[in-house]
């Protein structure tokens, strides 16, 4: 019988100068980056949580805290990474995941190919796989202002 597990991720970081801006594992050129205990890749903090609930392994936070020092500055790729080890053992596999990306400056579109690509290399499936999106707050509230980048993902998981 075939197990087929949701999950569903949230990650937001302030945006601050001085800190570089990450998102799905791609450095983008911005004089307003990501402010957090990690280098705060608003896209795959998402996406680890989307996983770790899909397979009933709690959350990000639980398992990467922001209060331990070995964590301080580390790439979110390897967050990812030691997430995906967590699913895979739980005999899980990733069918497909859709994201969504909000954050008013810089355009995010340009670089999504490339998100796809170490995306789909770290959780071992097809570019195809990986769905990513990206949207604006039109000036509103704290992403249209600038103060802020916020990510979802929604992930299908499963096992035979």
Same mark, same amino acid.
């Given at each position: 019988? =075939?197990?087929?597990?949701?999950?569903?991720?949230?990650?937001?970081?302030?945006?601050?100068?001085?800190?570089?801006?990450?998102?799905?594992?791609?450095?983008?050129?911005?004089?307003?980056?990501?402010?957090?205990?990690?280098?705060?890749?608003?896209? =795959?903090?998402?996406?680890?949580?989307? =996983?770790?609930?899909?397979?009933?392994?709690?959350?990000?936070?639980?398992?990467?805290?922001?209060?331990?020092?070995? +964590?301080?500055?580390?790439?979110?790729?390897?967050?990812?990474?030691?997430?995906?080890?967590?699913?895979?053992?739980?005999? +899980?596999?990733?069918?497909?995941?859709?994201?969504?990306?909000? =954050?008013?400056?810089?355009?995010?579109?340009?670089?999504?190919?490339?998100?796809?690509?170490?995306?789909? !290399?770290?959780?071992?499936?097809?570019?195809?796989?990986?769905?990513?999106?990206?949207?604006?707050? !039109?000036?509103?509230?704290?992403?249209?202002?600038?103060?802020?980048?916020?990510?979802?993902?929604?992930?299908?998981? +499963?096992?035979?």
């Amino acid at each position: 019988m =075939l197990n087929i597990r949701t999950g569903f991720g949230i990650d937001i970081h302030q945006l601050a100068s001085g800190y570089p801006l990450y998102i799905g594992g791609v450095l983008l050129t911005s004089e307003f980056g990501a402010v957090g205990h990690s280098d705060a890749d608003v896209l =795959l903090h998402a996406i680890c949580d989307a =996983l770790l609930g899909a397979a009933n392994l709690r959350d990000i936070g639980y398992h990467f805290s922001d209060t331990d020092p070995k +964590y301080k500055g580390i790439d979110s790729k390897i967050l990812l990474k030691d997430t995906f080890k967590l699913v895979k053992e739980k005999k +899980y596999k990733l069918s497909n995941l859709d994201a969504t990306v909000l =954050l008013e400056n810089p355009k995010v579109n340009p670089h999504i190919p490339a998100m796809q690509k170490i995306i789909a !290399e770290i959780l071992e499936v097809e570019e195809d796989a990986i769905s990513i999106k990206a949207t604006r707050g !039109e000036k509103m509230g704290y992403i249209g202002h600038g103060e802020g980048i916020q990510a979802y993902c929604s992930v299908l998981i +499963y096992r035979d």
